[in-house]
């Protein structure tokens, strides 16, 4: 029930205090639309660069490897090693061994290799005698030092329930980090960064392989 005593047409003539009606915080600016949209583009420009570094790069590695070998280290079913040069091992299998995607990548992202050092030469022309081992620093400095590892070595990678592609030979330098392919017809150089890993996760490799050799006998 209305109080008589309130006078209601007095009251209609009271204006609305805006502020009751509107949060000036909220307050939407041309400006402010325009900072929301800068924030939302540098975000996904963000996105897709971050993206965009961490996806292989496969330009100069698909010039210089060729498609066959690039679909041989991306779908291989079958990757083992057996020695070369002047290296002597038993074969080793490396189809279930972990962290063999990383010996994937470490073939296929062109960052990876200093192209300047390209040339139609063989890796077998870079494989080092033992006796010299001891002069290079990844060798002198790393966790294997003066373990008798094998310093050259050939990746065979098949696929033979696929048969999507012939076998596929490369060979590789470990003290020099040189990788090309087995026919001799071009080597190229890993970078300094990508060397050291590479010797490291094949030493790894062969010095389990040479514990489970001597458990047996």
């Known amino acids: ?30 400006r402010g639309i325009g900072i929301g949209v800068l924030v ?9 660069g971050s ?16 498609p066959k070998t690039i679909m041989a280290l991306q779908l291989g079913e079958r990757i083992e090693i057996r020695p070369r040069g002047n ?8 189809t279930s061994t972990p962290g063999l995607g990383h010996l994937r990548r470490a073939l296929l992202e062109e960052r990876h290799f200093d192209w300047t050092t390209e040339t139609a030469s ?5 494989c080092v005698n033992a006796s010299d081992i001891e002069n290079e620093q990844v060798v002198k400095d790393g966790p294997f030092a003066g373990k008798n590892l094998p310093t050259c070595l050939q990746i065979r990678i098949t696929d033979p329930t696929g048969k999507r592609f012939e076998p596929v030979e490369i060979d590789l330098s470990l003290v020099g ?6 026919d001799g017809s071009k080597r ?6 990508v ?12 010095n389990v392989q040479q514990t489970r050799y001597d458990l047996r006998e």
């Open 122 to 126: 063989p890796v077998l022309e870079m």
């Open 177 to 182: 980090g040189w990788a090309g392919p087995s």
């Open 195 to 206: 060397r050291p890993k590479l010797y490291n996760w094949f030493a790894t490799i062969m």
């Open 1 to 30: 029930m209305t109080d008589p005593s309130i006078d209601t047409a007095e009251m209609a003539s009271v204006p609305i205090d805006a502020t009751k009606r509107n949060d000036p915080r909220a307050k939407v600016t041309g």
């Open 87 to 94: 290296s002597d091992f038993e074969p080793v299998d490396l």
């Open 188 to 193: 190229v150089q890993t970078t300094e960064w």
């Open 40 to 48: 939302a583009v540098f975000a996904v420009v963000g996105a897709w």
């Open 51 to 66: 993206i965009k570094a961490r996806k292989t790069q496969l330009g100069e590695t698909t010039r210089f490897w060729g």
